[in-house]
């Protein structure tokens, strides 16, 4: 009895014998298909899935290759209504920002199947326990983004800065003059705003300075 238990427990092992037959069984198997000349070699199932997305021909080394490629479309879970459009940020029908990434498949009858993860930390509540703060105006505030349509300030240089690089304005001092003035104490200056394409605005001293990273905000 000992023995025969033993000559079942060796039919069930994966051996280097039976390895090939047993991918082949799984499906999972490194053979490359007919009349295929150049493929992408990756163990990655990320890179596997774009190249597949792509249209291109992968192949493993191991075995292990993705068969379908994985699409997504955004939920939300407040009105569970779906859109395509992954640059959404709010959803489209209610409005709230409550989208969620969500895997789909394609069956054969086109029919849409979703894929929802087991995960409790998928829909996590942080963030939501305190209030918001109350919205500030102005030209330089600075709210949370709360609607899709909900306007933000330009955040646009002061008028002296903009007159410090602007050759045409009747009253232009030059850069090198003794008699140019910055702008230092305008409200721009002081949250360091400043134009790239004009050079404007207001400059640290030293850029090899180091700067604080952490700073006790009262």
Same mark, same amino acid.
Not at 77 to 96: A, E, I, L, Q
Not at 113 to 118: A, P, Q, V
Not at 188 to 196: E, G, S, T, V
């Given at each position: 009895?000992?023995?025969?238990?033993?000559?079942?427990?060796?039919?069930?092992?994966?051996? =280097?014998?039976?390895?090939?037959?047993?991918?082949?069984? #799984?499906?999972?198997?490194? #053979?490359?298909? +007919?009349?295929?000349?150049?493929?992408?070699? /990756? /163990? &990655? $199932?990320?890179?596997?899935?774009?190249?597949?997305?792509?249209?291109?021909?992968?192949?493993?080394?191991?075995?292990?290759?993705?068969?379908?490629?994985? !699409?997504?479309?955004?939920?939300?879970?407040?009105?569970?209504? #779906?859109?395509?459009?992954?640059?959404?940020?709010?959803? =489209?029908?209610?409005?709230?920002?409550?989208?969620?990434?969500?895997?789909? @498949?394609? @069956? &054969? &009858?086109? !029919?849409?199947?979703?894929?929802?993860?087991?995960?409790?930390?998928?829909?996590?509540?942080?963030?939501?326990?305190?209030?918001?703060?109350?919205?500030?105006?102005?030209?330089?505030?600075?709210?949370?983004?709360? +609607?899709?349509?909900?306007? $933000?300030?330009?955040?646009?240089? @002061?008028?002296?800065?903009?007159?410090?690089?602007? +050759?045409?304005?009747?009253?232009?001092?030059?850069?090198?003059?003794?008699?140019?003035?910055?702008?230092?104490?305008?409200?721009?200056?002081?949250?360091?705003?400043?134009?790239?394409?004009?050079?404007?605005?207001?400059?640290?001293?030293?850029?090899?300075?180091?700067?604080?990273?952490? +700073?006790?905000?009262?």
């Amino acid at each position: 009895e000992e023995e025969e238990e033993e000559e079942g427990d060796d039919e069930g092992w994966i051996t =280097p014998s039976n390895l090939k037959q047993a991918q082949q069984d #799984t499906g999972h198997c490194d #053979t490359a298909p +007919v009349g295929v000349q150049v493929g992408c070699v /990756t /163990t &990655d $199932f990320a890179m596997q899935n774009v190249l597949l997305q792509m249209g291109l021909h992968v192949l493993a080394v191991n075995g292990m290759l993705i068969r379908q490629a994985r !699409s997504y479309i955004l939920r939300c879970h407040g009105c569970f209504k #779906t859109t395509s459009d992954m640059t959404k940020v709010f959803c =489209p029908h209610c409005g709230n920002k409550t989208l969620k990434k969500v895997a789909v @498949s394609v @069956s &054969d &009858d086109g !029919s849409l199947h979703m894929h929802f993860s087991r995960n409790p930390k998928v829909l996590n509540p942080r963030g939501l326990r305190y209030p918001l703060p109350a919205p500030k105006g102005g030209k330089h505030a600075n709210n949370p983004h709360l +609607v899709e349509d909900q306007p $933000f300030p330009q955040q646009r240089l @002061s008028r002296k800065a903009r007159q410090k690089t602007n +050759v045409f304005d009747p009253d232009y001092i030059a850069g090198i003059s003794p008699f140019a003035e910055s702008d230092i104490y305008s409200r721009a200056a002081n949250l360091q705003i400043r134009d790239a394409a004009l050079g404007a605005g207001r400059r640290r001293l030293n850029p090899n300075a180091v700067t604080k990273k952490f +700073v006790k905000r009262r």
